[in-house]
């Protein structure tokens, strides 16, 4: 779980390729776990060639590390539609949904991805809209890192090698360029995490559903 979590921040920007590290007792308060937990994440991640250990230095991210992440995400079928998953995700998100409510935890990591992504000022600017995109696919991930289940944490990880495809990406950012439309998801985000963070398994699972379904409208009004 910590390894996926360092994998998100190395991707979204927070340790890009070639920084180094925090020092280990610094990333064990950040990430609110063991110094040893972090020990192994670390050695996990040198296994799978994102991170580099250097003696009396420290940790660093490999050059390629973006490239190697995004190679090892769950494989998934390329001619999977939108749709096919969409359907996925509505039978499955929910649930995972209330799996994190169980635990009934805050998370600074989910309030950043949500503070980044209602900051954001021009969704016509490629970028800004990739990044927005690369925060909303963590956000719906990291739904199932707080549930600590692993189960829930793999099935989350097919999901977000679906809603990298191509396609997937293509119908989302034809919608994604107007405004209101995602702030209107940022505030339905924001109901989920406090529903979650709260402990409210039942408005965890009804707002995911009512948030995709808006999501699966919006996509095949535009497509």
Known sequence: MVAGR????????????????????H?????EVGRATVREAIAELVNQRVI???????SYVLPDALEVIRETKAPVSPDTSPMSTMEARLAVEPLIA????????????????????????D????????????????????????????????IAKVIAGAVDEPLWQQLRDT???????????????????????????????????QHLERVRNDMLSNG
Request: proline share 5%; aromatic share 8%.
């Open 175 to 209: 919608g994604i360029h107007d405004p209101s439309r995602a702030r209107l998801y940022v505030y339905e985000h924001r109901l989920i995490y406090e529903a979650i963070a709260t402990g409210n398994q039942e408005a965890a699972r009804f707002y995911v559903r």
């Open 52 to 58: 580099q250990t250097r003696r009396n230095s420290g």
């Open 27 to 31: 990333l064990a308060s950040s990430l």
């Open 123 to 154: 969704l016509t600017d490629p970028q800004q809209r990739q990044a927005w995109n690369e925060h909303d696919r963590q956000f719906h991930e990291r739904i199932a890192l707080m549930s600590g289940n692993p189960v829930m944490i793999g």
């Open 6 to 25: 360092l994998k998100s921040l190395i991707l979204d920007g927070t340790y890009p390729p070639g920084a180094r590290l925090p020092a280990e007792r």
């Open 98 to 121: 209330g799996f994190a409510a169980a635990v009934g935890k805050r998370d600074a990591e989910m309030e950043r991805l949500l503070d980044l992504m209602e900051s954001t000022s």
